[in-house]
């Protein structure tokens, strides 16, 4: 799928021998040294405009989250365009649909640099289809820019072409298990993870959590990645009769494993990181998502007392009326903001280079009186992880304590 946006007005590298992410990092370095930087006319740049692209979900049973950051990047780009662009030059975005899948996202990734010759890439959703995209993207040097995925090898220094501007998996792994521990005095915490690098981040930081204070899962369970099979994980979970189950997936499967464990008569508390899609996720609840938690790692969509909130909801607004504030698409506004002050910053002929030391030297950027850090400046001002909690109309409440 192909979907491309014009702002007149306001839309083979398999890496089945990775192994970790360090081999990811290692792959780019050898790919860097035989690579020429193309000098001259930069791709993706026009008289007239700057062309970014993104590869993501768009359709299949993890579609609203690839839309829904299309949706807050156009936002983005449209607030960007009514005010003249960015040093005269307008912001177009193709995306085009990789079904989050590591093989086509490489597909679509290389359709979108070798044939589309977009000048950057923004927006791509998830870890197994980054993994899978890096090596191609860092050893031409394009900006790989706000990606919805918390993973934590995104988060080398040896990969100064990603931006990211999300917490990691860990963090919001941390936060879970101090409220869970400290708050409501669990000791017996199972997991229900994707099978793939994903899910295992996400396993990895809980692990990690619950090590610093001298515990250990109670029961774990997997499901594969595009599919909603999630019996043979809560058959396996439900033995340990945990008071907390934390979830690292997306909304559909964790749907499906949340209601079977209702139906089966089992209460635990239910902690789902943020790549879940919160708003998808309560929809496909409904009724039962009433206290289901999900952490978050943008600020409430619906607080119009921030001013990046309000300034996200009237260029929402003006880009599309139908749509409504959730987190995702507020992520996706974030990155297309930030993609537009770099470029600023980065001045009235900008190149791949240049745009990314714009952004990494900077490091700190004002995004409507919020602060969002990228780079270096991550580990001194790490980004926010904050709870929410699914009310009975299918709402949500941002919470202190659990």
Not at 351 to 374: E, M
């Amino acid at each position: 799928m192909l979907r491309k946006v014009s702002f007149k007005d306001p839309a083979s590298l398999p890496m089945h021998r990775i192994r970790s992410a360090r081999s990811v990092v290692l792959t780019i370095a050898l790919l860097a040294a035989t690579t020429l930087v193309a000098r001259g006319n930069e791709a993706g740049i026009s008289e007239d405009a700057i062309l970014f692209g993104q590869a993501a979900a768009l359709e299949g049973p993890s579609s609203a989250l690839g839309q829904r950051m299309r949706q807050g990047i156009v936002a983005a780009f449209t607030e960007a365009n009514a005010k003249g662009g960015v040093h005269g030059r307008k912001l177009q975005l193709i995306s085009r649909d990789d079904g989050y899948d590591p093989d086509r996202s490489v597909a679509q990734t290389l359709h979108l640099i070798n044939d589309d010759k977009v000048f950057a890439l923004i927006g791509a959703v998830g870890t197994p289809t980054a993994m899978a995209t890096i090596p191609i993207t860092s050893s031409r040097n394009v900006p790989f820019i706000g990606p919805f995925t918390g993973a934590e090898f995104l988060r080398d220094l040896e990969l100064p072409n990603v931006v990211n501007i999300r917490a990691s998996y860990g963090a919001e792994a941390e936060a879970w298990i101090k409220h869970l521990t400290e708050d409501r005095k669990f000791t017996r915490i199972g997991i229900f993870y994707q099978g793939d690098s994903f899910g295992r981040d996400g396993l990895v930081g809980v692990k990690r959590a619950l090590a610093k204070r001298g515990l250990e899962l109670a029961a774990e369970g997997t499901y594969e990645r595009n599919t909603r099979a999630v019996g043979q994980a809560w058959r396996m979970i439900k033995r340990a009769d945990p008071e907390a189950i934390v979830m690292v997936g997306t909304y559909g499967p964790c749907a499906e494993f949340i209601k079977l464990a209702r139906r089966s008569g089992a209460r635990p508390t239910f902690v789902n990181i943020s790549f879940v899609g919160a708003v998808a996720l309560a929809a496909e609840l409904g009724p039962e998502g009433e206290g289901v938690i999900v952490s978050q790692v943008v600020p409430f969509p619906w607080d119009r007392s921030l001013k990046l909130v309000a300034d996200y909801q009237a260029a929402q607004k003006a880009y599309d009326p139908a749509l409504t504030p959730d987190f995702v698409s507020l992520e996706g506004y974030l990155s297309g903001r930030l993609a537009a002050a770099a470029l600023k910053k980065a001045g009235p002929n900008p190149t791949r280079a240049s745009l990314l030391r714009a952004i990494n030297d900077t490091g700190r950027f004002d995004i409507s009186g919020s602060i969002v850090t990228v780079g270096t400046r991550m580990l001194d001002m790490p980004p926010k992880v904050f709870l929410t909690v699914i009310q009975k109309d299918g709402t949500f409440k941002a919470v202190d304590r659990l």
